[in-house]
């Protein structure tokens, strides 16, 4: 489903379990979830019809237009259906593959786009409860169909939501028909907001769909690219990943994940491997965390983008300021989820800095460690013996000026349903100033463990400490 936040894209997925025409009208069955009244049903009128394609309009919203408004919505259809016959449909059926085969009696197989009034963030969605008869999901329409909101019928963005739900129907097609798996939500978005890009509907960045993604990615950067909410930053994470991913891996990489039986992550892992790159989706997720805070290619070419319109996208960071004022330390505890980014730079103090990470999972850690003539080094934070994981930084705010950690969590690779479970980590650094070393630090921790234990035991004996 598209919500306009934008959601594009939704996809409802029912569980197994009409329509009848009239000349030019049909009722049909709709999500009162994304209609701008919750209804279930309405009645709308085929006014463009082309080879693949019927366009129907909601016929209330149709009727309350004024007359000059009707024939500059029929003109927006008919250089949609062109656009739809000569662009949208090859250029998905070669890439990805067809609409399912679910013919209505007496009908040659076409799409059914309905147009219909929804609520105002919504953009269009897909219900795959349609693609089963009203035996299996009584609400079935039966028949090929998506959904776009009316309202944005001279949205300039309208190919893009058409592109879009198309999309989702060929998954449901390449997935649950002919692979009998469902693919994960936030793959099965992340192919469809792609396929708006791959088509050149993009390519024009102001007013874009992408602008709208970057913008909503950028406020909300540290969402989970793979426990789906449904929400605004949801679709901003996953075009942004999705972006690097065809950037530096091909686009054949979302037509492979999509023609294998494997689903989410693991189908991702199988295209990369069938494309001959050597590197997994942790892989490709570490690099992309480093690359949305770096993108710069000049420290490699896998930490930037090389799409133009996204040169200039940084992620933001918390930015940690630690004074040598209150003790020179500083520590904080955080959640976060599967698969979402987490970027935190350090700043201030002046000496030795010293990091201890803490999780109750198995984070990755990522860290970048930048100069303050500009030069930034990559490296990841590695457990020692004992187990921790544990950084020092020599002259810091001296030689350093900043150190970021992009702590994440990799645990799961299957089977994201819904907002998913929050794990907690917890960072402490402080800073020793240049005339105490670390081995005075720990000599005056000693002593100051032997006093307590020496005024405890005078308390105890009753003897009365004199200083």
Request: glycine share 8%; aromatic share 14%; with cysteine.
């Amino acid at each position: 489903m598209i919500k306009r936040v934008i959601t594009i894209g939704g996809v409802l997925t029912f569980l197994f379990i009409g329509v009848v025409f009239a000349e030019n009208k049909d009722v049909f069955f709709v999500e009162s979830s994304y209609d701008f009244q919750e209804r279930e049903e309405l009645s709308a009128v085929l006014e463009q019809e082309t080879e693949h394609t019927y366009f129907y309009i909601e016929e209330q919203w149709w009727e309350d237009l004024q007359e000059e408004e009707r024939e500059e919505a029929k003109g927006i259809l008919r250089d949609l259906g062109k656009e739809f016959e000569g662009h949208i449909f090859p250029e998905i059926s070669s890439f990805l593959g067809d609409m399912p085969k679910h013919k209505v009696v007496g009908e040659e197989e076409k799409v059914v786009v309905l147009f219909h009034q929804m609520e105002e963030v919504s953009g269009g969605y897909f219900r795959t409860g349609d693609q089963y008869s009203t035996y299996q999901y009584p609400h079935s329409n039966e028949k090929n169909i998506i959904y776009v909101n009316a309202d944005l019928i001279k949205d300039k963005n309208l190919k893009s939501y058409l592109a879009h739900e198309y999309t989702h129907l060929v998954t449901f097609n390449e997935k649950n028909k002919r692979q009998r798996v469902r693919e994960e939500v936030w793959l099965n978005e992340l192919r469809a907001e792609m396929m708006i890009s791959l088509l050149g509907y993009n390519d024009v960045y102001e007013g874009s769909n992408l602008e709208i993604r970057v913008n909503s990615f950028l406020q909300d950067p540290d969402f989970s690219l793979t426990d789906w909410t449904d929400q605004g930053p949801d679709y901003g994470v996953v075009n942004l990943f999705g972006h690097y991913l065809i950037d530096h891996y091909g686009e054949e990489v979302l037509s492979r994940s999509l023609k294998s039986s494997f689903v989410g992550i693991p189908s991702i892992d199988f295209a990369l491997l069938e494309g001959g790159y050597d590197k997994k989706f942790e892989d490709v997720f570490k690099d992309w965390v480093t690359a949305v805070y770096l993108n710069d290619c000049s420290y490699g070419e896998q930490y930037c983008y090389k799409n133009e319109n996204l040169k200039n996208v940084n992620v933001s960071h918390s930015n940690i300021f630690i004074s040598t004022q209150n003790g020179g330390s500083f520590s904080l505890e955080y959640k976060t989820k599967n698969w979402a980014g987490n970027w935190h730079r350090i700043v201030g103090g002046e000496g030795v800095l010293y990091l201890d990470f803490q999780s109750e999972k198995e984070f990755t850690i990522p860290y970048i460690i930048c100069e303050k003539e500009g030069a930034c080094e990559l490296k990841e934070i590695q457990e020692n013996e004992k187990g921790e994981k544990k950084i020092t930084v020599e002259e810091f705010n001296s030689k350093y000026e900043s150190l970021t950690i992009i702590p994440f969590l990799g645990e799961r690779v299957v089977g994201f349903e819904g907002p998913g479970k929050s794990f907690y980590f917890m960072w402490e650094a402080r800073i020793s100033s240049p005339d105490k070393s670390e081995k005075w630090i720990e000599v005056w921790e000693k002593l100051e463990e032997i006093r307590t234990r020496i005024e405890n035991l005078y308390n105890t004996l009753g003897i009365e400490i004199k200083r």
